[in-house]
């Protein structure tokens, strides 16, 4: 009876029951709507998003579109401003040089690359085939722009020393033209030694002449080393003249030095007699001109004095000579 008792429900206990459940069940309804509203705001924004542009979006790609555009611009610039420095180089090596007699400017290591590791930031970036390309250039365009500012310097310097630079830099024959024996030994810094099968190099030019033949300073110089005596690393007795302007001559194998060191010389003073000694195999005027501590071609300042009929010749005259031993 008592079981019985437990098992009825009164009334009220009846009624919360019954309002309890659609509550729960409004509750897990609403959660769902809630939820079903999310997926399907979520994939119609993701679904516009791959047909459209957000304002966000669209904010952004216009800001790329920006750069590229910009990019593009400063790419033509610097084409611009590079063949405006190729035109000033252009004048500085064929006109203003010209007018002074000067050898173009060494730039030796100014337009070796930058390292790679300078670009690494930029590798990996969307715009990497855009950006590296651009910094490269303005790095070649900043090269320029400093070895032509050095040019531009030390040909200011030369306009206010040009009176004493005509007479200073090597201008005539070391030697009368008329004292050559036979062929010049030609000038070839990548001369191949047939025997010796590496290259051997011939810094300078060989006038074969006889032995006491006069040798004359080629500008107006100091004597920065004069060898009246020794073998002197195969050049024999030799006189080195300092010319000033970056410019050096040196005249080897002689038979007599007639200059010391420190002495002050003119263009075409005798400074000593052609001769046969050092590393030679006949009596010749082994003769270099250095710009600047790098040898460069005598023939080009022999042309000064030479008409073009004359200069022809001379270049005609030119042979891969052995008038000194190859050791």
């Known amino acids: 009876m008592r079981q019985k008792e437990s098992q009825q429900h ?10 309890t459940t659609p509550m729960r069940l409004r509750a897990y309804r609403l959660i769902r709507k809630i939820l079903l ?3 399907l705001v979520s994939f119609a924004n993701v679904l516009f998003s791959f047909f459209f542009l957000t304002p966000k979006m669209y904010s952004i790609h216009r800001e790329n579109r920006d750069m590229v555009i910009k990019y593009r611009i400063l790419q033509d610039r610097i084409r611009t401003a590079q063949q ?15 007018l002074f007699s000067s050898d173009t400017l060494t730039l030796q290591g100014i337009y070796q690359e930058y390292p790679s590791e300078k670009y690494a930031s930029m590798r990996g970036d969307e715009y990497e085939q855009l950006m590296i390309p651009t910094w490269k250039q303005l790095d070649q365009l900043a090269r320029s722009l400093y070895a032509t500012s050095l040019s531009l310097d030390e040909l200011q310097q030369l306009s206010s020393d040009k009176e004493q630079m ?30 010796l099968h590496r290259i051997q190099p011939h810094n300078g030019v060989d006038l074969p002449c006889a ?55 003119r263009r075409g003073q ?13 009596t010749h005027l082994h003769y270099e001109v250095l710009y600047k501590g790098r040898p460069v071609n005598p023939i080009n300042y022999f042309n000064k004095d030479l008409t073009e009929a004359e200069y022809t010749k001379l270049m005609e005259n030119m ?7 190859l050791e």
């Open 84 to 98: 405006q420095v190729e035109e000033i180089r252009h004048r500085d090596r064929n006109v203003y040089r010209s």
């Open 319 to 325: 042979r891969e000579t052995n008038y000194e031993k």
């Open 270 to 282: 005798v400074i000593g007699h052609a001769g046969n000694t050092g590393r030679s195999t006949s």
């Open 166 to 195: 005509t007479t200073a830099i090597p201008a005539i024959w070391p030697m009368d033209r008329s004292a050559l024996k036979s062929h010049i030994g030609a000038f070839n810094p990548r001369r191949y030694h047939p025997i």
């Open 37 to 39: 509203g999310f997926i």
């Open 10 to 19: 009164t009334p009220q206990e009846v009624t919360r029951q019954e309002s």
């Open 211 to 265: 032995r006491g033949t006069l040798i004359y300073a080629t500008g107006d110089a100091v004597v920065d080393k004069a060898y009246p005596q020794g073998y002197n690393g195969g050049f024999g007795r030799q006189v080195i003249l300092d010319h000033g302007f970056g410019y050096k001559t040196r005249y080897a194998h002689l038979d007599k030095v007639l200059v010391e060191r420190g002495d002050t010389i």
